[in-house]
Nanobody, 115 residues
Framework: QVQLRESGGGLVQAGGSLRLSCAAS????????MAWYRQAPGKERELVAT???????NYTDSVRGRFTISRDWPKNTIYLRMDSLQPGDTAVYYC?????????WGQGTQVTVSS
């Protein structure tokens, strides 16, 4: 059983920064691809950023250059550093991974950006 726990969300003014953390059980951060998604009210969940087991990162166009995904293997944790936040970034942010053919999701952390 894989468990993912996000933290670090909160309320921030436009232009501010936050760093989200996703702590994983076991050592899956070292061996699996991981991703951050977000879901805004009334919208579908969307992919924000991914980091492969080899360290390759990818971002959706709307956050590229502002967000940075990273991983800390010894701590079994991935991060999402979010800079230059905009009201449009307001959403619940989730981390996820696929492990042995099954998808796992955390409970999410709320990010609210005020204008």
């Amino acid at each position: 059983q894989v468990q993912l726990r996000e933290s670090g969300g909160g309320l921030v003014q436009a232009g501010g920064s936050l760093r989200l953390s996703c702590a994983a059980s076991g050592s899956i951060v070292s061996y699996s691809n991981m991703a951050w998604y977000r879901q805004a009210p009334g919208k579908e969940r969307e992919l924000v950023a991914t980091v492969s087991s080899g360290g390759t990162t990818n971002y959706t166009d709307s956050v590229r250059g502002r967000f940075t995904i990273s991983r800390d293997w010894p701590k079994n944790t991935i991060y999402l550093r979010m800079d230059s936040l905009q009201p449009g970034d307001t959403a619940v942010y989730y981390c996820t991974t696929r492990w042995k053919g099954r998808d796992y999701w955390g409970q999410g952390t709320q990010v609210t950006v005020s204008s």
